[in-house]
């Protein structure tokens, strides 16, 4: 059974840093990309960053430079530090197997002004 459970959230001020955390279990961690998603209230879900098995990364725009993906596949667990958070940040995250139907419950990530 697959399953994927994020951590990390919570309410910070614009400026400050959050670090989510993803721990999967169920697969085999190491060979599967994964990535971030968010969804802000009365938006669509959209894709934050994501992490290839061999590292390389990618990141939505109004992300780059601000957070990083990353991940210890020993731990089975995907990370996303975000830094320099701004309120239009503030959404529900989640962790996601690329190219599946597999979704974490995600967490909430709050900003305030």
């Known amino acids: 059974q697959v399953q994927l459970v994020e951590s990390g959230g919570g309410l910070v001020q614009a400026g400050g840093s959050l670090r989510l955390s993803c721990t999967a279990s169920?697969?085999?961690?190491?060979?599967?990309?994964m990535a971030w998603h968010r969804q802000a209230p009365g938006k669509q879900r959209e894709l934050v960053a994501a992490?290839?098995?061999?590292?390389?990364?990618n990141y939505a725009g109004s992300v780059k430079g601000r957070f990083t993906i990353s991940r210890d596949n020993a731990k089975n667990t995907v990370y996303l530090q975000m830094n320099s958070l701004k309120p239009e940040d503030t959404a529900a995250y989640y962790c996601?197997?690329?190219?599946?139907?597999?979704w974490g419950k995600g967490t909430l990530v709050t900003v305030s002004s």
């Open positions: 992490i290839r098995s061999g590292g390389s990364t």
């Open positions: 996601t197997i690329t190219g599946t139907d597999f």
């Open positions: 169920g697969i085999i961690f190491s060979v599967n990309a």
